[in-house]
């Protein structure tokens, strides 16, 4: 379909010329020019914004995943998020079933730059036990099954837990699908296809506006970025006059 994929090939920064960004700088590519620029990167997003004066208010959290060995067939069980015990599961692709708990709170994590790598992450030993406490009398197929792998990563939460997805209105040229907090599993795909209505038509099917960069106009960011949020905290934004009066729907 005309696309080139470049791999292992870290992109350092913005091409900013004349208040508009022409494309990325590539660490081994060098200049890479486009029309229009989309910033992907999740959790590095702010390693980027930053240079071009437009960082995000998004905090990092690290997050921790498990994985059983894999099963003789296919598990039987639906993507299920357990509230009564405080575990999340679902069958993968080969077999095994994923493990995830928000038990715990987890750390936050400062993104030290661009060559961060989730190796450089610590893994924690308590969510694992608890997990496999708790599912002992839930799920009968695992007696016997252990949890093999122990998958870490980064949960980028933005100051009001939705995803940037759209232009930035002060980099004409620069496009945002990122900080999709914990919903990423769902939002992908739908992201992609709006992504690609703002580029080419310039607009959507639907209002999107809730999702925009630019909505945070009237936040201290750097403040936000210097605050210590804890993880659970950040799903409960601070109420404006208009929540007070109007009931809350959180959105899933």
């Known amino acids: 379909m005309g696309v080139e994929v470049l791999e292992d090939d870290p992109v350092e920064g913005f091409i900013l010329e004349e208040g508009k960004i022409k494309g990325v700088c590539a660490r081994n590519a060098g200049e890479l020019r486009a029309d229009a620029t989309v910033c992907t990167v999740n959790a590095w997003a702010n390693s980027l914004m930053t240079q071009v004066g437009q960082p995000i208010p998004v905090h990092n959290y690290v997050h921790e995943r498990f994985v059983t060995a894999a099963f003789a067939e296919p598990p039987d069980i639906p993507a299920t998020n357990d509230n009564a015990c405080e575990v999340y599961y679902r069958p993968t692709e080969d077999n095994r079933l994923l493990f995830g708990t928000g038990k715990h709170e987890p750390v ?15 893994l924690h030993a308590a969510p694992k036990s608890f997990i496999k406490e708790a599912i002992r009398d839930r799920l009968p197929i695992m007696d016997g099954v252990e949890l093999e792998q122990h998958r870490i990563g980064l949960i ?32 992908h795909a739908v992201a992609g296809l709006l992504l690609s209505e703002f580029i080419v038509d310039g607009q ?6 809730e999702f925009s960069p630019d909505r945070f106009k009237g936040i201290d960011v750097d403040a936000y970025l210097a605050a210590d949020v804890k993880y659970k905290e950040s799903w409960r934004p601070a109420p404006t006059n208009e929540d007070r009066e109007t009931p809350m729907v959180r959105r899933f």
Do not use: H, K, W
Not at 159 to 168: E, R
Not at 204 to 209: E, F, H, K, L, Y
């Open 204 to 209: 959507t099917r639907i209002d999107v506006s």
């Open 108 to 122: 936050r994590y400062t993104m030290p730059g661009i060559d961060f790598d989730y190796s450089q992450l610590e």
């Open 156 to 187: 980028s939460m933005t100051a009001d837990t939705l995803p940037n997805i759209g232009p930035v209105a002060s980099l004409p040229g620069l496009f945002l699908g990122c900080n999709f907090n914990s919903g990423g599993f769902g939002y």
